[in-house]
């Protein structure tokens, strides 16, 4: 059974950083693809990275240039590195895998999912 486990999360000033891991077991992606989204409260879930097997990244606009997907070559373990944080970061931030043939960036694209973990971005 596939568990997407989430870490990392907390309380930040604007302009800080922090640090998500997604820890993935029971099972293999390292053909596929793992990504991060976000919700906020009242707001629909939406993209903010993905990484596939191959090592391309995808980011979201609103990220770009901020934050840094990255993860290890059999896609165990995948990080969000978040800097330059701002209030409008601040969301529940879910890790999720999807395995060949890859959909969009729509969150119903991805299979799994983590539980996810808290941000939070003070001004």
């Known amino acids: 059974q596939v568990q997407l486990v989430e870490s990392g999360g907390g309380s930040v000033q604007a302009g800080g950083s922090l640090r998500l891991s997604c820890a993935a077991s029971?099972?293999?992606?390292?053909?596929?693809?793992m990504g991060w989204f976000r919700q906020a409260p009242g707001k629909e879930r939406e993209f903010v990275a993905r990484?596939?097997?191959?090592?391309?990244?995808g980011y979201a606009d609103s990220v770009k240039g901020r934050f840094i997907i990255s993860g290890d070559s059999a896609f165990h373990t995948v990080y969000l590195q978040m800097n330059s944080l701002k209030p409008e970061d601040t969301a529940v931030y879910y890790c999720?895998?999807?395995?060949?043939?890859?959909?969009?960036?729509?969150?119903?694209?991805?299979?799994?999912w983590g539980q996810g973990t808290q941000v939070t971005v003070s001004s």
């Open positions: 999720a895998a999807d395995r060949p043939p890859w959909g969009t960036r729509s969150p119903s694209s991805y299979d799994y």
């Open positions: 029971g099972g293999t992606f390292s053909s596929g693809r």
């Open positions: 990484i596939r097997s191959e090592g391309s990244t």
